[in-house]
């Protein structure tokens, strides 16, 4: 094998993430009286990107696989068929006094190590490590997925939560003390990436 064909089996493929086609999520839970009612707020994150890369040759060298994905804050949306009142108090709560979007305008998160296994061709589930930077604050965070890969595109699926005091954010209730919401968050994506152009 010469040391180019040696090279490109070890060179992985650089797919950038589509956020027009693809969709992320986080839902808040209710607490209290009002968590019977099921008013449970989901929030459409709207302006992120990043890059995944990959061996598609290789599936099996997943520890040369990577992801990486920034979110713009104040780009969260709620979508839930709620007032436009109510939207707009949310949403101005979520990010002046939740996520402090002016002090911290972005949501980073980079894995530091990826373990899978093969389900069909093509198709695999993934456990990503990494380190996720909200409010100013860098934990580790695992996420579980799965993924279909080919030669020109990426599709990854899967959830993850997180408490929000682990990152130093403050509990707060939302459309005049109405809703009180709990701690945990339940991230909800299906991200699609395409190949990069040479």
Do not use: W
């Not at 099996?60 to 068929?81: E, F, H, P, W, Y």
């Not at 604050?137 to 997180?162: M, P, Y």
């Amino acid at each position: 094998m010469s040391s180019a064909e040696s090279t490109s089996e070890t060179t992985p493929v650089t797919y950038r993430i589509d956020a027009k086609r693809s969709r992320f999520t986080v839902r808040a839970f209710a607490g209290g009286m009002l968590s019977a009612l099921g008013h449970n707020p989901t929030i459409a994150i709207r302006d992120f990107e990043g890059e995944a890369k990959f061996l598609p040759d290789r599936p099996d060298r997943l520890d040369l696989a990577s992801l990486r994905i920034s979110i713009k804050a104040d780009s969260l949306t709620v979508i839930d068929d709620v007032s436009d009142k109510d939207r707009h108090e949310i949403e101005r709560q979520m990010r002046e006094d939740v996520l402090e979007t002016a002090k911290y305008p972005e949501i980073a998160f980079e894995s530091t190590r990826i373990e899978g296994e093969k389900i069909f061709a093509g198709q695999y589930r993934v456990t990503i490590s990494g380190k996720l930077s909200l409010h100013g604050v860098a934990r580790d965070c695992v996420i579980a997925g799965q993924v279909i890969a080919s030669e020109d595109s990426l599709r990854a699926n899967g959830e993850f939560t997180l408490q929000q005091t682990d990152y130093r954010i403050k509990l707060v209730s939302a459309v005049g003390g109405t809703i009180k919401l709990k701690d945990e968050l339940k991230f909800s994506f299906d991200i699609v990436a395409r190949k990069e152009s040479a």
